[in-house]
C-alpha cells in the first residue's frame, strides 16, 4: 500500500495550516525575541510598531489575560517574557498587522532597553554554577565500585556531542479562529493538540472545552512540534482573543531556527572496564544534558538517556548519572530518539577506546556483549524477545561483514591518500513513552449508511504514514476496502485528552483504540446478520472483502446490505474505542521498573572512504536488518526507516549548530545549516526486516519503527574515525560530535605543520 | 497513481504559457534611478529578499544579446548573463577546461545552476564564489558598460575590498573576455565544503598551469574563502614560476600561501581549518594535474 497523502503531495494540493482559504479580515502576526542570551529588560518601547501601516496592535506579557505560562513539565516558561529573557530568540512581544509583511515592519521598529546579565552555553559550566533543571537522576546496577579491580583495562574518556536542528519542511505555524460563545478555534501544526489546547485555555483564562485544536497534518515534525509548537498557537490564540479576528502566525525559516529547541547537546564522561578477552565488566558514565533555558521536556529527554545508556549490551556493573543543565541557548527538546542517541553514542566511544587501547577490533567487543534473552537492563527490565544477537549474526551473515573487513584491510593498504572504513551499529530502542499515562489513546469510529468509514483518532500524521497505518487496519479489521475508509484529521472535539504523537507510539496506541472502537462495532452488526440466517454463535460470522460469511460460506450478504439493515434496525453505527499499553510501570525512587512494552534491535553496517587529502568522505553504503515486526505497509516503514537513517546520519556529519559567543546561531540558515542530500546518501542502502509474530501488542503483530532507524546513523561517526586510524594509526582522536570534514581535517593534520 | 501525476506534470509547460507575463523594461543602457540589478536573482534575493521588495529593481535577464559565448581577437567572450549550465556545456569553454563539467557538479543546484550567472557570481563578489575563482585563475577581463561607454577591467585588480568592487553602481558587466587557452594548458578546481554537493565552499581555488620542459612558464592560482576578495595568490605564482614541478618546490610554496591569506574564523570553518585547506589544495592541484611527478604519498608519508 502506498503512502495516502502520496497523490496530493506529488500535486502539490495537500493543505496545511496557511493553504486554506483565509477568512476575511484575517490578521497576521510577527514576533520580536530577545537580540541578547540573559538579561533583566529594563524597557520595552512598542510605540513605534504603531507608525507602520496596517499594525492593529502590539501585545506582550501585560496583555495575557489568563496565565502567561506554557511549561508543560515543570511550570518554568512564560509564553511571552516580562521581566528577564534568557536566550537570543526569547519571545517578548507579538506585532498583529493586516499582512505579514507589515507585521514583520511592525517587529522591525520595537526596542527593547535590557540590563545584560552573564549568560552560559556549556553544560558543564552550568552544572559548576548550580545552574540545573530538576534533580539530578541515577541508574544503578550491580557494583561498579569494587567491579574496576576485576578489570584488565579501565579507560576513561569524554564525549561531546552536538545538537540538530529539526529542519521540518513546514515551519511553525498556526491560525486561531474567534467563534461565538467565546470559543476560539485553532488550527495547529502540532504533534500534541490537547498540549496546544491545555495552554492555550490557560493562557486566555478560559476552559478546554472552549478551546478546539484541528490538525490536519504535518509537513515533518520529528519532535519539533511536540511541546514547541504550542507558544506559536497561543500566541495566535491570544490575538485572535484581542482583535476578535481570526489571526495567523507562521514563522519563517530564519526565525523558526532561531527560536526553537533543537536536539540536546551533551557532553559526558565515561568510565568503562574490561577484562582482556573484551567483556565489559562495568560502565559508569555523567551524561550533562544542554537543555538550553527552560525545562521543556528536558527531564524526559534525559530519562530516555538514562534508560538506552547500555544500549544493546549487557554489562553487569553500571552506574548511569544524568543532569539536565540550565544554559541561556532556545529550549531545547524532542527530537526522533529522545535521549536515546545520545546514551548510544557514549557507550559506543568508551567500546572503541576499549578496542583502540586493546588493539582488537571494535566488532569484537561489541559482539561479545550483546544483550541475551532474559538479560537485565540496568533499570530492571528482561530483555524479552531480544534480538541483539540475532540481527548482529544475520547482518553479519547476510551482508558478509568478515569479507567487507578484509576487503576494507585490502584497500586500506593499497591506497594512501583515501582510506576505508567500516562501523557495525547495533540499537536497542525501547518502546512506550516513559512518561506512564501518555500511554494511552483514543478512536472515534463512524459507519455510514452507505457503508463508507470515519475514523478519528488522537494521532497526527506527520509524515510518518500514520493514516495509511490506521487506514491499513481499519481496513483489515472491517474486512472492507480501503476505498472505504477516510481517516479525518485531528480534533480534540472528537478525540479529547490525546497523548502526543512521539515516542514511535502513534500507530501502537491509536491502532488499537481504532482496534477497540471496530470490534464494538463488529459486535453489534453481527447479531443482526446472525438473526437473519438463523445463526446462534457469532463467531461463525465473517466479513471477508465486503462479503458477510457464516462458517467461511458465502451468505448472499454484503457489507453495504449489513450497515443499511442496521442502522434500519436502529442499531448505533459509531462506536469510541480506548487502548492504554498494559505491563508497563517506573518506580522512580528506585529507578527500576518495567518502562517499555517492547525493545526494537536491528544492527547496520555502514563503509565510508575518506579522502585524507581534503578530510571529506563519502557513504558508501549502509546495510541494516531490522526487527519490524510485521509491516501493515512495508513502503511506508522503509521510508521511515531510510529517513530515520538520513537523519542519524546527519546529526553524526554535518549538521553542526554553531554559537557565537553572544548566543547568535551562525549556522541559522539552510546556507549554513546542510543537511544530508540525495548525493550524500549512500547509493548502496539494503534494509532486511526481520518478520515475525514476535510482537502481540501491536495492531496485527506491527512494530513501531519511527525512531529507532535514526541510530543506525551513529555508525557513520566510528566508520569515519576507522578510516583516519587507518591514514594515522598512532594517532588518538577525539569523540566529539559533528564529524564535519573540519574536524576530520584538523584531526588528522593537528601534529603537522 | 502513474496516469493522474504524470498527466498533472506533462500539462505544466501549457499552464506556464498561460500565465501573462508583466510588461519588464528591458534595455541595460536607459539610465536607472537608484536600485539593484538582477541577473540570476539567485544570490541577492537570498541576501536581500525583504529589501528588493520595496526597491527598485532592473531586470537584466531580458537582455539576451548578453548571453552569447564566441571567441574573438584571442579570447572567449561571455556574455555577462550566461548561465552556469550555458557556461559548463559550450563546446568553446569544454575546450578550455576539459573537466568544467565535472567542477560544475559541484556547485550549487541543477536548477540553481540554470538560473544563476556569470556575471551576477562576479559582481556579488562573495570571496567564495566558485565561478569567480575559476574565472580569476582564467586571467578573465571585464567589460563594463554606462551609458553607452564601455571600458575593460582585469578581474584580478577588479575586487578593492569586502564587497568592494572597482565599478560605479550604473555601470553594468556585460562581457566577460577569457584569454583562450594553449593546448599545453593544464587546469583545476577544488573545493572543500561541508557537505559535499550543493553547498557553499569552505575554501575553494582554481589553478592555471603551463609547462615547458618540466618548468613552470605560466601560473596563476586563485582562492576563495581566505581573504576578503576571491585572491589571487600572486607571491605564490611569482615564487612557482620558473621552478619544477616536484615536492620540494611546492613545499617551499607553502610558507608564502600562509603569508598571502588572511582567512578568518566563520561558519565555514576556522582559521587553522581554512590555513590547513589552503596547503591541501595546492597540493591537491599537482597531484592531481601532474600524477606522474608528484603524489600525496611524497608529502605525507612518514
Redesign the interface.
Known amino acids: 500500500m ?1 503512502h495516502s497523502d ?2 496530493s503531495h ?2 502539490g494540493e495537500s493543505q496545511y495550516v496557511d493553504d486554506i482559504p483565509p477568512p476575511s479580515g484575517m490578521l497576521y502576526a510577527a514576533v520580536f525575541s530577545s537580540p541578547v542570551m540573559h538579561g533583566k529588560i529594563k524597557a520595552l518601547h512598542i510605540q513605534d510598531a504603531y507608525t507602520v501601516d496596517g499594525i492593529v496592535t502590539v501585545l506582550t506579557a501585560k496583555d495575557i489575560p489568563g496565565e502567561n505560562q506554557i511549561g508543560s513539565v515543570i511550570p518554568d516558561e512564560e509564553l511571552l517574557s516580562g521581566d528577564e529573557v534568557c536566550y537570543v530568540g526569547q519571545p517578548v512581544a507579538l506585532v498583529i498587522g493586516t499582512s505579514p ?1 507589515n507585521a ?1 515592519r511592525g517587529v522591525r521598529k520595537i526596542i527593547m532597553e535590557v540590563d545584560e546579565l552573564p549568560a552560559v552555553t556549556d553544560p558543564k559550566e552550568a552544572f559548576l554554577k548550580g545552574k540545573i533543571i530538576g534533580t539530578p537522576r541515577t541508574f544503578v546496577f550491580g557494583d561498579v565500585d569494587t567491579a574496576w579491580q576485576k578489570c584488565d583495562l579501565v579507560a576513561e574518556g569524554t564525549c561531546d556531542i552536538g545538537g540538530q536542528e529539526h529542519v521540518y519542511l513546514e515551519t511553525q505555524r498556526s491560525r486561531a479562529i474567534p467563534l461565538d460563545e467565546n470559543i476560539i478555534r485553532i488550527i495547529s501544526s502540532t504533534q500534541s493538540p490537547s498540549a496546544v489546547q491545555r495552554h492555550a485555555a490557560k493562557v486566555l483564562g478560559l476552559r478546554n472545552h472552549s478551546i478546539e485544536v484541528n490538525v490536519m497534518r504535518l509537513g515533518g515534525g520529528f519532535g519539533g512540534k511536540e511541546d514547541q509548537a504550542t507558544s506559536w498557537a497561543c500566541m495566535a490564540a491570544l490575538a485572535a482573543w484581542h482583535t476578535r479576528r481570526p489571526v495567523e502566525l507562521v514563522l519563517g525559516r530564519t526565525d523558526d531556527i532561531k527560536m526553537t529547541g533543537k536536539r540536546h547537546p551533551y557532553r559526558s564522561e565515561f568510565k568503562i572496564g574490561v577484562t582482556r578477552e573484551g567483556k565489559i565488566l562495568a560502565y559508569e558514565v555523567k551524561h550533562y544534558q544542554n537543555s538550553g533555558a527552560t525545562a521543556d521536556l528536558s527531564p524526559a529527554v534525559l530519562e530516555r538517556t538514562l534508560l538506552h545508556s547500555t544500549n544493546s549490551y549487557f554489562i553487569p556493573n553500571v552506574r548511569i548519572y544524568g543532569v539536565c543543565c540550565r544554559t541561556n541557548l532556545p529550549s531545547n527538546t524532542a527530537f526522533r530518539g529522545f535521549g536515546g542517541p545520545q546514551g548510544m553514542f557514549v557507550i559506543e566511544s568508551a567500546i572503541t577506546m576499549v578496542a583502540e587501547k586493546l588493539g582488537v577490533s571494535r566488532e569484537a567487543i561489541q559482539a561479545k556483549n550483546l544483550l541475551k534473552e532474559n538479560d537485565l537492563f540496568p533499570y530492571g527490565q528482561n530483555a524479552r524477545n531480544c534480538r541483539s544477537q540475532l540481527t548482529w549474526y544475520k547482518a553479519a551473515e547476510k551482508y558478509r561483514l568478515s569479507e567487507i573487513l578484509q576487503k576494507v584491510e585490502a584497500y586500506n593498504n593499497a591506497h ?2 583515501t582510506k576505508k572504513g567500516i562501523a557495525v551499529m547495533p540499537i536497542s530502542f525501547g518502546i512506550s513513552f516513559t512518561t506512564l499515562s501518555m500511554n494511552q489513546a483514543g478512536a472515534l469510529v463512524h459507519v455510514y449508511t452507505d457503508g463508507s468509514v470515519s475514523i478519528s483518532t488522537g494521532g497526527v500524521e506527520m509524515g510518518q504514514g500514520l493514516k495509511s497505518n490506521i487506514a491499513g487496519i481499519a481496513a483489515k479489521a472491517f474486512g472492507i476496502k480501503h476505498d472505504r475508509i477516510r481517516i479525518e484529521n485531528t480534533n480534540t472535539t472528537r478525540v479529547a485528552n490525546m497523548s502526543p504523537s512521539a515516542a514511535s507510539a502513534t500507530t501502537v496506541l491509536n491502532g488499537n483504540a481504532t482496534l477497540a472502537a471496530i470490534k464494538q462495532i463488529l459486535c453489534r452488526l453481527k447479531p443482526v446478520v446472525a438473526k437473519e440466517l438463523h445463526v446462534q454463535d457469532m463467531e461463525k460470522i465473517t466479513v471477508v472483502d465486503e462479503n458477510i460469511l457464516c462458517d467461511g460460506r458465502e451468505t448472499g450478504w454484503t457489507w453495504d446490505m449489513l450497515v443499511q439493515k442496521a442502522h434500519l434496525n436502529r442499531i448505533d453505527l459509531s462506536a469510541h474505542g480506548f487502548f492504554a499499553t498494559p505491563e508497563i510501570y517506573f518506580d522512580k525512587t528506585k529507578e527500576k521498573g518495567h518502562p517499555f512494552a517492547y525493545h526494537i534491535f536491528g544492527t547496520a553496517i555502514t563503509e565510508v572512504t575518506l579522502d ?5 568522505y ?1 557513504v558508501d553504503s549502509v546495510r541494516i536488518v531490522h526487527d519490524l515486526g510485521r509491516p501493515l505497509s512495508e513502503l511506508v516503514d522503509r521510508g521511515q526507516v531510510e529517513g530515520g537513517l538520513a537523519q542519524g546520519l546527519g546529526w553524526m556529519t ?1 549538521e ?1 549548530l ?1 554559537f557565537n559567543e553572544k548566543g547568535h546561531l ?2 541559522g540558515a539552510l ?2 545549516y ?1 543537511v ?2 540525495v ?2 546518501m549512500p547509493d548502496d542502502i539494503e534494509v532486511t526486516f526481520l518478520q515475525d509474530e514476535g510482537n502481540t501488542l501491536g495492531p496485527y503483530g506491527n512494530k513501531a519503527v519511527g525512531e529507532p532507524p535514526l541510530m543506525y546513523g551513529i555508525g557513520v561517526f566510528f566508520a569515519i574515525r576507522y578510516a583516519m586510524r587507518a591514514f594515522r594509526p598512532k594517532k588518538e582522536f577525539d569523540f566529539i560530535s559533528p564529524l ?3 574536524r576530520v ?2 584531526q588528522l ?1 593537528s601534529d ?1 605543520k | 497513481l502513474r496516469t493522474v501525476c504524470f498527466g498533472y506534470f506533462l500539462e505544466i509547460p501549457d499552464r506556464l504559457r498561460k500565465i501573462p507575463s508583466p510588461a519588464i523594461e528591458s534595455d541595460v543602457s536607459e539610465k536607472v534611478t537608484p536600485g539593484y540589478f538582477v541577473a540570476g536573482g539567485t544570490d541577492i534575493y537570498v541576501q536581500k529578499g525583504e529589501v528588493l521588495v520595496e526597491s527598485g529593481v532592473h531586470l537584466l535577464n531580458m537582455n539576451h544579446e548578453l548571453k552569447n559565448i564566441y571567441k574573438k581577437d584571442g579570447y572567449v567572450h561571455v556574455g555577462a548573463l550566461t548561465t552556469f549550465e550555458e557556461f559548463a556545456n559550450h563546446q568553446e569553454i569544454i575546450n578550455g577546461i576539459p573537466y568544467i563539467q565535472t567542477y560544475m557538479s559541484r556547485v550549487a543546484s541543477l536548477q540553481i545552476r540554470n538560473r544563476a550567472t556569470l556575471g551576477g557570481n562576479v559582481i556579488n563578489a562573495t570571496p567564495i564564489g566558485d565561478l569567480t575563482i575559476i574565472l580569476l585563475a582564467l586571467d578573465a577581463i571585464l567589460i563594463l558598460k554606462n551609458d553607452g561607454e564601455s571600458r575593460s577591467v582585469p578581474m584580478m585588480s577588479f575586487y578593492t575590498g569586502y564587497k568592494q568592487l572597482d565599478k560605479i553602481p550604473s555601470e553594468v558587466l556585460v562581457d566577460i573576455l577569457i584569454p583562450e587557452s594553449s593546448a599545453d594548458n593544464k587546469i583545476n578546481f577544488e573545493k572543500v565544503s561541508k557537505r559535499k554537493y550543493l553547498d557553499i565552499a569552505s575554501v575553494n581555488s582554481a589553478m592555471k598551469i603551463r609547462c615547458e620542459d618540466g618548468v613552470i612558464r605560466e601560473i596563476t592560482l586563485a582562492m576563495g574563502g581566505v581573504a576578503p576578495i576571491p585572491l589571487i595568490l600572486k607571491a605564490t605564482g611569482n615564487y612557482l614560476f620558473g621552478k619544477q614541478v616536484c615536492k620540494e618546490d611546492i613545499e617551499g610554496a607553502f610558507p608564502i600561501v600562509q603569508q598571502e591569506i588572511s582567512p578568518i574564523n566563520d561558519v565555514r570553518g576556522s582559521v587553522e581549518y581554512k590555513r590547513l585547506l589552503a596547503k591541501q589544495l595546492i597540493i591537491a592541484h599537482f597531484t592531481k594535474l601532474f600524477p606522474e611527478k608528484v603524489a600525496v604519498r611524497d608529502f605525507y608519508e612518514t
Open positions: 502506498k502520496a497523490v506529488t500535486r509583511e514583520g594512501f591518500e585524507c587529502l581534503r578530510g571529506t563519502d554535518m553542526d554553531r551562525l549556522s546556507a549554513t546542510k544530508p542530500d548525493y550524500f564535519t570534514p573540519e581535517l584538523l593534520y603537522r
